[in-house]
């Protein structure tokens, strides 16, 4: 059996867990005594409690009667909560409102309200703590809401109390950006005006590379490939082909290319004396550029393509063909470009680019091409 001191404390929990069950819901569900905000000294109604849609009611822990000018530590602590909450919540923007309810065991001697003042002195302790009297409605419920039990002095004290609630409104149909979607379900709330989005309120983004259409400047990039801020494929060797189709990704800045992102073949003019493979003497400030070009960009190499037109044979015009791509060669080496870098090919009269029955034709045909490679 129980010490009958200990069965007193079960008897007197069971009671307060009880009527704790009461005013929970007394406090948040009944009518009060309600003092118009700006002036609660002297207007006073009663009205049905806290109406409306709310996003969000936040409850605080009672906050005991401040019975001298010097503040609990616990008050201060409970005060600073609330004062902290409605900063945070004006801060982003809610639509708020406070209740500071006041609660008493017992009627006041000489038929004052003890609630309203505990109330009061909470309400302007709150106020001064930045939180507007604009926003707070000061309540009373003397003596109707019993907390814990008055059988004792200390049940009674403990009943003394005074409760503090925010209440965050439900702003329905708000679209702060004007883009058709309202502000609660709208995942992307800063849109541009007159920018199209999807059933989210964001941007629609076509390629999904991550870049609204509306900055994309290359709105139909493959799906996969990495995009730059203005939503263009990345372009590694800037030679104006995206990665995902250049196959010459690092071709030189200095080297026009094809579609494909690699350089074009490039006929060179270079000059040979009549039947011969002797270059001549104007061509060779040619054959010095080249060969610097090739010094200065060491990932390339390079093949020398001979081309002649059809006047002779074929196998004759084949071998001079090399011949010449061997001269060209021989040049470029002497020039300092390494042996293992160059290679001479020759291929006659078989690529001709322009008819060999006109004479501007065959000078066209008999040509030195130039491919490089990496």
Avoid: W
Wanted: glycine share 6%; with cysteine; hydrophobic share 30%.
């Amino acid at each position: 059996m129980l010490p009958l001191t200990n069965v007193f404390n079960v008897k007197l929990l069971l009671v307060t867990l009880l009527l704790g069950a009461s005013l929970h819901s007394g406090t948040y569900d009944d009518s009060y005594t309600v003092f118009n905000q700006t002036d609660v000294n002297k207007t006073m109604n009663t009205s049905k409690f806290m109406d409306g849609n709310f996003e969000e009611i936040v409850r605080f822990d009672a906050i005991t009667p401040i019975a001298t000018d010097e503040l609990s530590e616990e008050s201060k602590k409970r005060l600073f909560e609330v004062s902290q909450k409605v900063k945070l919540y004006l801060e982003d923007g809610k639509r708020i409102e406070l209740t500071v309810i006041g609660h008493s065991s017992e009627v006041a001697e000489g038929g004052g309200d003890s609630s309203y003042q505990y109330a009061m002195d909470v309400f302007n302790a709150l106020a001064d703590r930045n939180v507007s009297k604009e926003i707070m409605s000061l309540e009373s419920r003397q003596a109707q809401d019993m907390g814990y039990s008055d059988a004792t002095t200390t049940g009674k004290e403990l009943s003394n109390r005074v409760m503090v609630s925010i209440y965050v409104h439900q702003e329905n149909d708000k679209d702060s950006d004007k883009d058709g979607v309202y502000d609660q379900y709208d995942r992307c709330p800063n849109t541009p005006l007159g920018v199209t989005v999807d059933k989210h309120g964001c941007p629609i983004d076509s390629d999904k590379d991550g870049v609204a259409d509306y900055i994309d400047k290359c709105p139909d990039t493959p799906l996969g490939y990495r995009v730059d801020s203005d939503g263009c494929p990345i372009d590694s060797d800037g030679d104006g082909v995206s990665n995902y189709i250049d196959l010459c990704p690092d071709t030189s800045k200095k080297l026009r290319v094809d579609p494909n992102g690699c350089p074009y073949t490039q006929a060179l003019s270079f000059g040979f004396k009549f039947d011969s493979s002797e270059i001549l003497s104007s061509s060779y400030p040619l054959v010095e550029k080249f060969a610097q070009f090739m010094k200065e960009n060491k990932a390339y190499n390079i093949e020398i393509i001979g081309h002649t037109d059809s006047i002779g044979t074929e196998v004759y015009n084949m071998n001079l063909s090399q011949e010449r791509a061997n001269a060209v060669q021989d040049a470029l080496i002497n020039e300092g470009v390494e042996p293992i870098r160059v290679k001479a090919t020759g291929r006659g009269e078989l690529e001709p680019i322009e008819s060999n029955l006109l004479r501007k034709g065959r000078e066209a045909n008999r040509r030195i091409e130039v491919k490089l490679s990496y």
